[in-house]
């Protein structure tokens, strides 16, 4: 079966750094994308990998590890409105999206 | 330019009634999903279309019917309402279906069965 796991909820402190971590396993693999969901709201784009490495977007980062099924999201200097739930999720053989059940982020100051 | 709107925000639906969620997109977008998102849950695909006049089955299609007459909506019925079909339920459309093409979802639909 398919399987996207990653922590249920995270507790961070404003200003500091938090890394989210996501691993998968899927049939075939054709790219990894994070997004933020805040609550009530839609889900938005935050970032995609397909090759190893890190990508690097202002204040978020993503890094993947295709050998190992894992990806991470960077989130540093954080503010209050990084408050929200992170989903990972990985475009399968299908060209289909399969999704995490999302990390819920509570920043506190 | 909308994007993705969706209607109605929220429902309050008898079980056993019909009920079609509507979702429009003026981005040109060639394919659409529909997505239920139910709590401790990730998202689950519902039905897609990668182009106008194809749709395909998801992850949990039972229940639920689409079409695709053009290439700007993308309606989902239900035909007869259930207790679990309770959920928000996320429309979706990405430019193409290639590694890269991102999906971009609108604000979705609450609906409640009971």
């Known amino acids: 079966g398919q399987n996207i796991d990653q922590p249920t909820e995270m507790t961070a402190t404003e200003g500091a750094i938090v890394q989210i971590n996501c691993t998968y396993q899927t049939s075939g693999f054709n790219g990894l994308f994070w997004y933020q969901q805040h609550a009530g709201e839609a889900p938005t784009f935050l970032s995609y990998?397909?090759l190893d490495g890190l990508e690097e977007k202002g204040r978020f980062s993503s890094f993947l590890s295709r050998s190992k099924g894992y990806s991470y999201l960077l989130l540093k200097e954080l503010q209050m409105k990084d408050s929200a739930s992170y989903l990972c999720a990985v475009r399968d053989s299908n060209y289909q999206l399969i999704w995490g059940a999302g990390t819920k982020l509570i920043i506190k100051p | 330019i909308a994007g993705i709107t969706q209607a109605p925000t929220s429902q309050i639906l008898a079980a056993g009634r019909r009920m079609t969620l509507r979702c429009t997109q003026d981005?040109?977008?060639?394919?659409m999903y529909w997505y239920r998102q139910d709590l401790g849950l990730g998202l689950r695909l519902i039905h897609y279309s990668n182009t106008a006049g194809t749709t395909g089955k998801g992850e949990v299609p039972d229940g639920y019917s689409v079409s695709r007459a053009n290439t700007d909506d993308f309606p989902l019925t239900l035909a007869s309402a259930v207790p679990s079909q309770t959920s928000v339920y996320f429309c979706a459309s990405s430019p193409g279906t290639g590694d890269t093409d991102t999906q971009y979802f609108g604000p979705g639909t609450r609906l409640t069965v009971l």
């Open positions: 981005m040109r977008h060639n394919a």
């Open positions: 990998n397909v």
